[in-house]
């Protein structure tokens, strides 16, 4: 037996005794297989209730559409409850042009948690919301702005949730929430000519311009729709082509969480996303979580970009599985599952 092993053995026999001791407390640990030994990995309890005010305290601001006042005061209040939970956050300022031409004023927020670890984690969503509800069936709301409760503001409460769970229980990896704004200004689907790269604009911007030179991290999750009742996560196709580790990573980890039921092995079709701008400008493998609805024409949502994306329709149930299986994925993070 040469030397490394040993050491490796005896510090496991270490890790081993060290959480056998200190596990009368009654947080939720899971068993891991490490060599022969079964050691515990503590994952905090995801709580629903939390992240579900902190989808309403956004929703409540009225629709977080570029250069309006409730874009301002919601990103004053990220900044002020992220600060709550980190020290390290960053407002990237910027502006950007629109597909109609519109000048637009957008913050990209970015809260991070142990910046000295060099194995890191990027979780990221976006804030703001469709300022025309074009996909509604009332032609009349075309032009109305969307609260945007499922998309755009259902990840981020759940970043938001783990950004306060982090706070209290330093992970063994570091984690960098990142909010992008203007993700969802994108040209409607009409019968003008096509533009290209007109959705995501502030995710195309951070991965130009990230909030760090030379920032890294060993891979992305991107949250998108994850707040419906019963919603199903397919492995989407950008998300496979970049980051098929990722989704076996992820859809593991959910499985191990208990919520398995909600992340199927059906590959779906490419959806131009945040991630895909992560993916082939910072070169960050990034996964897309995003839900699939085979039964709507456009396989998202099903009242994605009209008035009825609103509280009403958001789910503690969906939102505690993606909770709980991201966290499942930072605490498990350089164990051996
Ligand atoms: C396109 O429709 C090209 N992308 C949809 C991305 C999106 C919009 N996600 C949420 N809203
Ligand atoms: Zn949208």
Redesign the pocket.
């Known amino acids: 037996m040469n030397t490394m092993k040993k050491i490796s053995q005896l510090a496991l026999g270490f890790v081993f005794l060290a959480l056998v001791f200190s596990s009368c407390h009654n947080e939720k640990k899971k068993p891991v297989i490490v060599q022969k030994d079964t050691i515990s990995v503590f994952v905090p309890d995801f709580n629903s209730d939390s992240a579900f005010a902190y989808v309403k305290k956004q929703v409540d601001f009225g629709p977080r559409t570029p250069n309006s006042k409730a874009q301002k005061l919601c990103a004053s209040y990220f900044s002020e409850t992220l600060k709550k939970y980190t020290s390290n956050v960053i407002v990237q300022e910027f502006t950007v042009k629109a597909f109609d031409g519109k000048m637009l004023q957008a913050k990209n927020i970015i809260a991070s948690f142990q910046p000295e670890k060099t194995t890191r984690i990027m979780l990221s969503s ?1 804030w703001d919301s ?1 300022p025309f509800a074009d996909q509604d069936p009332n032609p009349d709301n075309h032009k109305t702005p969307i609260d945007g409760a499922n ?2 503001a259902s990840g981020v409460g759940i970043l938001i949730e783990i950004a306060r769970l982090l706070s209290l229980h330093p992970s063994p990896v570091g984690v960098d929430i990142v909010f992008f704004d203007v ?2 200004y ?1 040209q409607p ?1 009409t019968n003008d000519p096509q533009k290209e790269d007109t ?2 604009l502030g995710s195309q911007y951070w991965s130009k311009n990230p909030h760090k030179q030379g920032y890294k991290a060993n891979f992305g999750i991107l949250l ?2 994850v707040g419906a009742e019963d919603a199903t996560f397919t492995q989407e196709g950008i998300s496979k082509n970049f980051a098929q580790d990722i989704l076996n990573k992820v859809w593991r980890a959910a499985g191990r969480a208990g919520y398995g039921s909600y992340f199927s092995e059906q590959s779906t079709g490419s ?3 945040d991630h895909y701008y992560i993916n082939e400008i910072a070169k960050i493998p990034t996964i897309d979580i ?1 839900q699939h609805d085979a039964t709507t024409q456009s396989g ?1 949502y099903k009242y ?2 009209t008035v009825n994306d609103n509280i009403s329709n958001i789910n503690k149930n969906t939102l505690r599985a993606v909770g709980q299986t991201l966290l499942t994925v930072i605490f498990e993070e350089n164990t051996v599952q």
């Open positions: 976006h469709r998309d755009g993700e969802d994108g689907n959705w995501c998108d729709m959806i131009t996303d995003i998202f994605w970009h």
